[in-house]
């Protein structure tokens, strides 16, 4: 590893105004689980770190009923997991926790690094694209906000500019007869998904139709990918078991995912139907029980 040079700016504005005066020879590190991998497979040598895990004011989870879930991009994912307020609203995110990394690692790490990394084989991406979740981003010209879907570009690639830190991430308050999901093939509990799906699903108590369907995968593709096939079978009709396999049919057949030492490309394919079929009918459950 390359040496670098360290700050470790107590605020927001601080880290700002510093990654500013870097003017992109700063990379921003925080807990490090993913960055400190690639740092020493010499895939990245930043001439300087700005390190913001200790910015307290960016580690927070919070619910308004208008305005829905916010959270802090320091956040850890253990405190994601365990958070009463996060397994009253949704318990999804506490349930997809529970899968990622072992306790240390979920300890230390925080879901803004999980999201800028920019991995797609990501646990929280898929099911904050399934939530409809929006990203806060800070940086020398002010605020922004992008909707998540938007913010990957290619591998551990993401729409950010120099000089800008992710700094929320929000969730709107989810419509009722909503239920969602989150599953992943892995090997080991804890294990990065081979595959994994997230899904949300709306219906209709009147008639049981579905009127809202989100659905997203992980390491099928360079980003994470939203399946607007499989959605498109399921709205506006009563979900039936074959509607689900044909959703994961559809989604399957968009797919053409990438090979590696965990499965081939046409078994990625399979297992993306798969997935989806089982994550879908799991949310749909839970927007049912809610009727
Ligand atoms: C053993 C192991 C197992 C794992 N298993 C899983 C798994 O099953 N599922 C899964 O989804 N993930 C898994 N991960 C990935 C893990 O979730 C991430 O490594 C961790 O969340 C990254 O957070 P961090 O704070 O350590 O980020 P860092 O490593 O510090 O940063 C990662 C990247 O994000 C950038 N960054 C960090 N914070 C910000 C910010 N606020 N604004 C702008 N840029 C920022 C950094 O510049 C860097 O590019 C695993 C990691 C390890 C080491």
Redesign the pocket.
Known sequence: MKNFGYAAPKNVGEAVGLLAELGGRG???????????IMKQNMLAPEFLVD??GISE?DYIKYDEKKGLSIG??TT?RTIEKSPIIKKTYPVLSEMED????VQ?RN???????L??G?P????TIVFIALDAKLKIRGPAGEREIDIEDFYKDYLEVD?NPG????EIQVPPASPHTGAAHSKL?VMK????IVGAAASVTVNPADGTCSGARIALSNVASTPWRSRAAENVLLGKVITGELLAEAGRAASAELEPPADVHGSSEYRKEMAGLFVRRTAEIALKRAQAQS
């Open positions: 990379k921003v590190i925080a807990g490090g689980q993913s960055m400190l991998i913001i895990k960016l991009a320091l994912h899968n990622l990394a072992v690692t230390w790490g925080t879901i803004g690094g999980n800028c990394h991995d084989a990501g646990d929280p950010l800008e830190i992710l700094v892995m804890g294990d990065m998904g």
